[in-house]
């Protein structure tokens, strides 16, 4: 089995950044692909980004693309989301999670493994 804990987000201004961290731990040599969602208040949860852990792959929804990276440390178990250039659109609780191997890469019901969240919130 394993378990994510995200840590990094907090209280940002618009136009600035913030790192997100999620730690993998147990099982982790079963885990495929890595996601970041995620949900703002009355919202869906939403699809973020991936990362593919072997090849280190990226995808990425469009209203991120280009202010968001997706990056992995296999060694250490990680994976980390660099945000930049913060609007107050982003404001959400993000959520790491494991791909159960099975679904679309953009696809919530395809993770079978989230963290707790951590929120992120962005004023104007």
């Known amino acids: 089995q394993v378990q994510l804990v995200e840590s990094g987000g907090g209280l940002v201004q618009a136009g600035g950044s913030a790192r997100l961290s999620c730690a993998a731990s147990g099982r982790t040599g079963s885990m495929y692909d890595m996601g970041w969602f995620r949900q703002a208040p009355g919202k869906e949860r939403e699809f973020v980004s991936a990362?593919?852990?072997?090849?280190?792959?990226?995808w990425y929804t469009d209203s991120v693309k280009g202010r968001f990276t997706i990056s992995r440390d296999t060694a250490k178990s990680t994976v980390y989301l660099q945000m930049n250039n913060l609007k107050p659109e982003d404001t959400a609780i993000y959520y790491c999670?494991?791909?159960?191997?099975?679904?679309?890469?953009?696809?919530?019901?395809?993770?079978?493994?989230w963290g707790q969240g951590t929120q992120v919130t962005v004023s104007s």
């Open positions: 990362i593919r852990r072997s090849t280190g792959a990226a």
């Open positions: 999670a494991a791909h159960s191997g099975v679904g679309l890469i953009n696809n919530v019901q395809a993770y079978n493994v």
